[in-house]
C-alpha cells in the first residue's frame, strides 16, 4: 500500500512511481514484478540495481524513496476517528492528536495497538512509536 519512487541515475526511463499492491509486487520495466513487501527502500534498491545490472546496465545507480504511506488508523475515544497519513517517528500521542485529541470519557491509559499484520493487540503509552497501517484503539475510562 505505500508509494514508492524509483530513480535510476541517467536513465529517465527506468524512473517510476508507482504505489505496491496488495501482492506485494512492484511492477518495473525491464524486471516485472519485483518483491517488495517487507523490504526497506534500502533493500529494494539492492533487488532492483542487481536485476538492471549486467544485462542491462553496467552499473546502475538506483534510488528508492517512500513517497506515501499507508495510513494509520485511530478509533475508539477520540474526537474524530478515522484514518491519517503516516509519517516517520509517529508516536500515540501524534496520532490522537491527529485524531482531534480525546473525548471527555476516554481512558488516557487503556490505548492499545494492532501492528500491520498481526491479530493481536498490545497495550501502549503515548509515546510508543508506532508503523504504517497500525490500528490505534482508545478505550473508555471506568471513572
Given at each position: 500500500g505505500d508509494t514508492v519512487s524509483v530513480e535510476v541515475f541517467g536513465e529517465p526511463e527506468l524512473t517510476v512511481s508507482a504505489k505496491i499492491p496488495?501482492?506485494?509486487?512492484?511492477?518495473?520495466?525491464?524486471?516485472?514484478?519485483?518483491?517488495?513487501?517487507?523490504?526497506?527502500?534500502?533493500?529494494?534498491?539492492?533487488?532492483?540495481?542487481?536485476?538492471l545490472a549486467g544485462d542491462y546496465l553496467v552499473d546502475p545507480k538506483v534510488t528508492v524513496t517512500v513517497s506515501e504511506y499507508r495510513p494509520v488508523f485511530v478509533n475508539g475515544q477520540v474526537k474524530t476517528p478515522g484514518s491519517f497519513p503516516f509519517q516517520p517517528g509517529l508516536t500515540v500521542r501524534k496520532a490522537v492528536s491527529l485524531a482531534g485529541g480525546l473525548t471527555e470519557r476516554a481512558s488516557d491509559r487503556r490505548i492499545s495497538v494492532i501492528q500491520e499484520g498481526q491479530s493481536k493487540k498490545r497495550e501502549v503509552t503515548f509515546d510508543a512509536e508506532i508503523g504504517p497501517g497500525d490500528i490505534i484503539t482508545v478505550e473508555e475510562s471506568f471513572f
Open positions: 496488495q501482492n506485494g509486487r512492484l511492477s518495473y520495466p525491464f524486471l516485472g514484478a519485483v518483491p517488495a513487501s517487507g523490504l526497506t527502500p534500502k533493500q529494494l534498491e539492492v533487488a532492483i540495481r542487481e536485476g
